[in-house]
């Protein structure tokens, strides 16, 4: 016999997993506002470098390409390392 002329395997029932109740967890006003300033210091950037890729992209003008480089990876670095060191992450209140 060949390995397709084989009987079928059953297949095993797998057990399904209870449920789990998330608990919702509050974060202070300090954290709230530490994460917006990470989304808008990191998201900006990388709107305007994808939206100035995706013009360059579709217009066929390579020169769009440029400001795509800057905005995106050169300013988010830079962003990172300002958030990095800037972050009181360590601050108790």
Same mark, same amino acid.
């Given at each position: /016999? !060949? &390995?397709? /002329?084989? &009987? &079928? /395997?059953? @297949? $095993?029932?797998?057990?399904?997993?209870?449920?789990?109740? %998330?608990? $919702? @967890?509050?974060?202070?006003? =300090?954290?709230?506002?530490?994460?917006?300033?990470?989304? $808008? !210091? *990191?998201?900006?950037? #990388?709107?305007? !470098?994808?939206?100035? #890729?995706?013009? &360059?992209? +579709?217009?066929?003008? +390579?020169? *769009?390409?440029?400001?795509? %480089? @800057? %905005?995106?990876? /050169?300013?988010?670095? @830079? +962003?990172?390392?300002? %958030? +990095? *060191?800037? !972050?009181? =992450?360590?601050? =108790?209140?």
């Amino acid at each position: /016999m !060949s &390995a397709t /002329m084989t &009987a &079928a /395997m059953p @297949v $095993l029932a797998t057990p399904v997993p209870e449920t789990v109740a %998330l608990e $919702l @967890v509050e974060h202070s006003p =300090t954290e709230i506002a530490e994460e917006h300033r990470w989304l $808008l !210091s *990191l998201g900006i950037p #990388f709107v305007v !470098s994808a939206a100035c #890729f995706a013009a &360059a992209i +579709g217009t066929g003008w +390579g020169w *769009l390409i440029g400001p795509a %480089l @800057v %905005l995106g990876p /050169m300013v988010i670095i @830079v +962003g990172f390392i300002y %958030l +990095g *060191l800037s !972050s009181d =992450t360590n601050r =108790t209140e």
